[in-house]
């Protein structure tokens, strides 16, 4: 059994990108106001009575072993008010938790089917859990009801959300890459979760063979190849999405736990929920610190790849028998 974490705050996994930008949304003008209007479509005891008529909820009698699992998570994340757990007959692999004040978790019949393994479905439950322990339920919910209706469904207001959604998907994907960490920590076995990332991003074997180590290294060729245009590629493929790739989550989840402070919180180093949290200007430097490789890199990216941009046009009018230019954009010398 994995190793218990008593009064572990949610502030062990929050990635610092996280807790940033859920604080910049909160700042941006009138953020909060679209929050109750969206919130104000649906109400958390309206949601559970769908689930409640159409859906399994798990109880000791009703799904023992799964609601076995979700106490297991529980008992290692030492979190006392367990969520409710549903599972929805649904094709779609997919798993979340919704709701305000009492928050619960709903899980696939698809998701089930392809993480078919416990310590799978360990670490989807504790990834939902760290959901719910972060305080990340209310924004998420409400990100929910605008992915799920769409923003021209809420017309004449729709094209105005445009941004929020976007700000909100951007803080969405980050809160993801968070509650990944929950889940190692529930299950503490890197193996275990990067073996799920493989099946959300590839489905089960079907009676082949399937190499995580092959994942692991698919994951770090897409982190780290590719020129100019492929990194422009990865924004506007990711823009609209609510969740990283499952590559990318794979090779955020490993770089942490080899950074040594996976190591640490399981061996008890880490923030308990009875002591202050850290200010709001440490987690701007944390997630400066996190974002300024990033930006240094697409810059000089963007930068290189503008100058072979204009160095190519000249090019294609200098004619047949002209030189062409240096990388530097200057005339090559005669040799």
């Not at 929910?144 to 929020?164: C, D, E, R, W, Y």
């Not at 959300?200 to 994951?219: I, K, N, T």
């Not at 020129?227 to 989550?249: G, Q, S, Y």
């Not at 490789?293 to 204009?310: E, L, P, T």
């Amino acid at each position: 059994m994995p190793t218990p974490l008593p009064q572990i705050s949610s502030r062990a996994w929050e990635h610092p990108a996280d807790r940033a930008a859920l604080d910049t949304l909160r700042a941006i003008p009138g953020f909060d106001e679209v929050v109750r209007k969206v919130a104000g479509f649906i109400t958390e005891r309206g949601v559970r009575q769908l689930f409640l008529a159409n859906a399994v909820q798990v109880t000791p009698a009703q799904r023992p072993r799964l609601h076995a699992l979700l106490n297991d998570v529980c008992t290692t994340l030492d979190w006392p008010d367990r969520p409710e757990l549903y599972v929805t007959q649904s094709p779609k692999v997919n798993a979340y938790a919704i709701g305000f004040e009492r928050p619960f978790i709903v899980i696939t019949s698809g998701a089930l089917e392809l993480l078919d393994a416990d310590d799978e479905r360990r670490f989807l439950l504790a990834h939902e859990l760290g959901h719910i322990m972060s305080g990340h339920m209310l924004y998420r919910t409400v990100a929910l009801v605008i992915l799920t209706i769409g923003t021209m469904a809420l017309f004449p207001v729709g094209l105005a959300l445009l941004p929020f959604q976007l700000a909100l998907l951007e803080w969405h994907r980050k809160s993801e890459l968070s509650t990944d960490r929950a889940g190692l920590l529930a299950v503490q076995d890197a193996v275990v979760a990067q073996r799920g990332f493989m099946k959300l991003a590839g489905g089960p074997e079907y009676g082949d063979a399937a190499s995580v180590e092959e994942f692991m290294r698919q994951a770090a060729t897409y982190e780290s190849g590719g020129d100019t245009w492929d990194e422009i590629l990865k924004l506007v493929n990711t823009a609209f999405r609510d969740h990283p790739f499952n590559t990318v989550r794979a090779g955020a989840l490993e770089r942490w736990r080899t950074a040594g402070e996976y190591d640490a919180i399981v061996g008890g180093i880490y923030p308990r929920r009875t002591e202050p949290g850290p200010r709001l200007s440490d987690d701007y430097a944390e997630a400066t610190s996190y974002y300024s490789s990033k930006v240094r890199r697409g810059f000089d990216n963007v930068s290189d790849a503008a100058r072979r941009a204009a160095d190519a046009f000249r090019d294609a009018f200098r004619g047949p028998d002209a030189p062409p230019s240096a990388p530097t954009g200057e005339p090559i010398p005669p040799v």
